[in-house]
């Protein structure tokens, strides 16, 4: 008989940060994960606006994530206003309200004492994925190795927008750098799913940037600290022993919806109705 991997035991839970501003967008009538992308068919029928965090949710869907939390900033209400319980997209869907918006790592750890011993699948909301099933893939190969982090890394072609990923031929990744103009490394990273291992060492790297930015600002408690990119926490965690490997996807892309060049791309590339 086959060995179970312990991973497969484990609820998978998507997570969405969702807490920025986007002032590369503004001024916007809408935050923009709920800004339209395309078009989405009903069963009976009839056809409606499918706005971007839409493709992300039906991502996680098809690889049978049922529950995934939107982690947000007080004041974007129309989110939970407009996805609901989840029903749109077939999931269970909550809304978590980031008390320290100080960048995706400070978000997602909102979430800890909710997800603490679940598989995390990471899913940007202006960014849409493809191939389809890409959290299938990552799925698949989490409950196949020994791995804390899987990557889904696609080829890049605007590399100043995302983290680029150096891995060996056993798909073993070294580096991860975040937005870097020109380099010779070929692939981005654009989604994740890691175990409860990298979610409790995330939990301990934004207490002690806590701590520190404390200790740093006595006297302005609300003071905001540089942005650290997951990217460059997820890099701390391999230079500290933890296993994280790509899962390449040759077949896939990913566009950052989230600057208004990619939005045109966007709407450009998804305009036609589903018939």
């Known amino acids: 008989m086959a060995s179970i991997n312990s991973h497969q035991l484990r609820e998978i839970i998507g997570l969405i940060p969702a807490a920025g501003w986007g002032t590369r967008l503004s001024p916007l009538p809408c935050s923009k994960e709920l800004y339209p992308v395309g078009f989405h068919t009903l069963e009976d029928g009839s056809i409606r606006p499918k706005v971007v965090s839409h493709y992300l949710l039906e991502n996680m869907r098809r690889a049978g994530i049922e529950k995934a939390y939107f982690l947000m900033r007080s004041g974007k209400w129309d989110t939970p206003a407009y996805f609901g319980d989840g029903s749109l997209v077939n999931m269970n869907l909550g809304y978590l309200i980031v008390g320290l918006p100080f960048g995706v790592p400070y978000s997602l750890d909102q979430a800890y004492p909710f997800v603490k011993d679940a598989i995390i699948a990471l899913g940007f909301p202006d960014i849409i994925i493809y191939p389809e099933d890409s959290y299938k893939r990552l799925i698949n190969r989490l409950n196949s190795s020994n791995a804390d982090i899987i990557l889904g890394v696609v080829p890049h072609d605007q590399p ?116």
């Open 160 to 275: 100043e927008k995302g983290g680029v990923v150096d891995f060996d031929a056993d798909g073993r990744v070294h580096l991860l750098i975040e937005r870097i103009v020109e380099t010779d490394l070929r692939y981005s990273w654009a989604t994740a799913v890691w175990t409860p291992n990298f979610t409790e060492f995330l939990h301990q790297y934004v207490a002690q940037m806590e701590a520190e930015r404390l200790q740093n600002n006595p006297d302005n408690k609300l003071a905001k600290p540089p942005e650290v990119p997951i990217g460059d926490v997820m890099q701390v965690a391999i230079n500290q022993g933890m296993r994280v490997e790509a899962e390449v996807m040759d077949d896939g892309w990913y566009l950052d919806v989230g600057t208004p060049d990619n939005l045109m791309r966007a709407i450009q590339e998804f305009s036609k109705p589903a018939i």
